[in-house]
C-alpha cells in the first residue's frame, strides 16, 4: 500500500505532463521535479544501491538526450521528462521505457503524418494542424508518458 501512492502521484504528474504538452508544448519543470521525488521514493526500500544505479542511469539518459535535443530532434521539456522518469525505474525497466516511448513516439509520428485522417475534437484537430503547418513540434512528451504508464502499469501487475 506505501508504493501505492508514490505510484498515483507519478501517474498524476505523467499524465498532468502529457496534457500541458499537448496544450501548450511546454513541460513546466516542477513536474520533472516531482517526478524525481516520487520516482527515488518507490526505488528508496530496495536500497541505496538501487537508488544511485537508477540515477546513474537517468544522468546517462539526460546526456543522450540532450545531444539529441541540441540537434533540434526533441525539445528539453522532453529531455527532462524521459531523465525524470529513470530516476523512478530498475536499469533494466528504463530500456523497456526507452523502447516502449520510441514505439509510441513512430506510432505517434504516423498519426501526424496521417492527421487529414485523424478523428478528433474539430477544435483539437484545427490547433494542432495550425501547428504543424508552421512547423511547430509533435507533443513527444505524450509518447514518453505512454511509454512510462506501460512500463509501470506492467511492473505493477506482473
Not at 513541460?27 to 537508488?51: C, F, K, N
Not at 530500456?95 to 506510432?107: E, N, P, Q, R, S
Not at 503524418?113 to 509533435?138: D, F, T, Y
Request: proline letters at 6%; charged letters at 15%; one cysteine or more.
Amino acid at each position: 500500500m506505501l508504493n501505492l501512492l508514490p505510484v498515483l502521484g507519478i501517474a498524476a504528474l505523467l499524465l498532468l505532463a502529457a496534457w500541458r504538452d499537448l496544450a501548450t508544448r511546454m513541460i513546466p519543470d516542477g513536474i520533472p521535479v516531482g517526478l524525481v521525488i516520487l520516482g527515488l521514493m518507490l526505488r528508496l526500500p530496495e536500497g541505496w544501491s538501487a537508488v544511485l544505479a537508477s540515477v546513474l542511469v537517468a544522468v546517462l539518459v539526460f546526456v543522450v538526450l540532450l545531444v539529441l535535443a541540441m540537434r533540434g530532434f526533441l525539445g528539453g521539456g522532453d529531455v527532462k521528462l524521459a531523465a525524470a522518469v529513470a530516476c523512478g525505474l530498475p536499469p533494466a525497466a528504463t530500456w523497456d521505457f526507452i523502447f516502449a516511448t520510441t514505439v509510441v513516439g513512430g506510432l505517434l509520428g504516423l498519426g501526424y503524418m496521417a492527421r487529414p485522417r485523424l478523428v478528433l475534437p474539430g477544435r483539437v484537430l484545427a490547433i494542432e494542424a495550425w501547428r504543424l503547418r508552421r512547423g511547430g513540434p509533435v507533443p513527444y512528451a505524450v509518447a514518453i508518458v505512454a511509454g512510462a504508464i506501460l512500463v509501470l502499469l506492467r511492473d505493477r501487475v506482473a
